[in-house]
T-cell receptor
Framework: AQSVTQLGSHVSVSEGALVLLRCNYS??????LFWYVQYPNQGLQLLLK??????LVKGINGFEAEFKKSETSFHLTKPSAHMSDAAEYFC???????????FGSGTRLSIRP | DVKVTQSSRYLVKRTGEKVFLECVQD?????MFWYRQDPGLGLRLIYF???????EKGDIPEGYSVSREKKERFSLILESASTNQTSMYLC???????????FGPGTRLTVL
C-alpha cells in the first residue's frame, strides 16, 4: 500500500538553527511530492512541490526539499529557523494516475528563542 | 488569488442532528475534497468529487454523505451527528490530474 512516513511528530529547534523535517514514501513509481504548512486554526498552505523536474525544490519562506529516489525520501530543510516557522508541517504524495493525495501524520515544529 | 471558503469556522451541534458543511471554490476546479483532521492521524479523506454530481468514497466515508450540484460548491452532510465526528473538517479543490490541492480555512465541529 502507498504510504507516507514523517519521522518525529514533534521537532524543536532554536531560532537561527537548521530545520530538518523528514519524510519517506513507499513506492516504486516516481510520485509527485508536496510539503504543506498549517498555522494554528488555519487550513493547509502549499510550501513546495516536486513534479519530476529538478530534484532540489525551493519553496516559500526559505524552505527547500530534495527528492532522493534511492532513499525514497523528500526531507524539508531551512538553513535558519525563525519564530514565525512554528507550525505543523505535512508531507504528501500523489501518483500520476490519480488526483488523490496521501498525507503523512504531520510534524509539529517548535522554535525556541 | 485562489480561494476556497467554508461556511463556518466553528460549529457546535448535538448528537443526532443533521449537519451541513459547505465549501465553495472560485478557481473553476474540477476536483473537490473533504478531509477530517485529528491529532496524530493527519488528514484522512472522507469523499471527493471529480465533476458535478460525481463522487467517490475516500478512506473514511461511514457516517457521511456529499452533494455536488454545482461545480464550485461541495457539501458534506452528517446525517445524524455523533460525538466521534467531533473534528476539524477541511475542504480542498484542485484541477484534474496530479495537481496542487488548495485548502479552505477549516471548520472545527464539536458534537455534544
Amino acid at each position: 500500500a502507498q504510504s507516507v512516513t514523517q519521522l518525529g511528530s514533534h521537532v524543536s529547534v532554536s531560532e537561527g538553527a537548521l530545520v530538518l523535517l523528514r519524510c519517506n514514501y513507499s513506492s516504486s513509481v516516481p510520485p509527485y511530492l508536496f510539503w504543506y504548512v498549517q498555522y494554528p486554526n488555519q487550513g493547509l498552505q502549499l510550501l513546495l512541490k516536486y513534479t519530476s523536474a529538478a530534484t532540489l525544490v525551493k519553496g516559500i519562506n526559505g524552505f527547500e526539499a530534495e527528492f532522493k529516489k534511492s532513499e525514497t525520501s523528500f526531507h524539508l530543510t531551512k538553513p535558519s529557523a525563525h519564530m514565525s516557522d512554528a507550525a505543523e508541517y505535512f508531507c504528501a504524495v500523489m501518483y500520476s494516475s490519480a488526483s488523490k493525495i496521501i498525507f503523512g501524520s504531520g510534524t509539529r515544529l517548535s522554535i525556541r528563542p | 488569488d485562489v480561494k476556497v471558503t467554508q461556511s463556518s469556522r466553528y460549529l457546535v451541534k448535538r448528537t443526532g442532528e443533521k449537519v451541513f458543511l459547505e465549501c465553495v471554490q472560485d478557481m473553476d476546479h474540477e476536483n473537490m475534497f473533504w478531509y477530517r483532521q485529528d491529532p496524530g492521524l493527519g488528514l484522512r479523506l472522507i469523499y471527493f468529487s471529480y465533476d458535478v454530481k460525481m463522487k467517490e468514497k475516500g478512506d473514511i466515508p461511514e457516517g457521511y454523505s456529499v452533494s455536488r450540484e454545482k461545480k464550485e460548491r461541495f457539501s458534506l452532510i452528517l446525517e445524524s451527528a455523533s460525538t466521534n465526528q467531533t473534528s476539524m473538517y477541511l475542504c480542498a479543490s484542485s484541477r484534474q490530474g496530479p495537481d496542487t490541492q488548495y485548502f479552505g480555512p477549516g471548520t472545527r465541529l464539536t458534537v455534544l
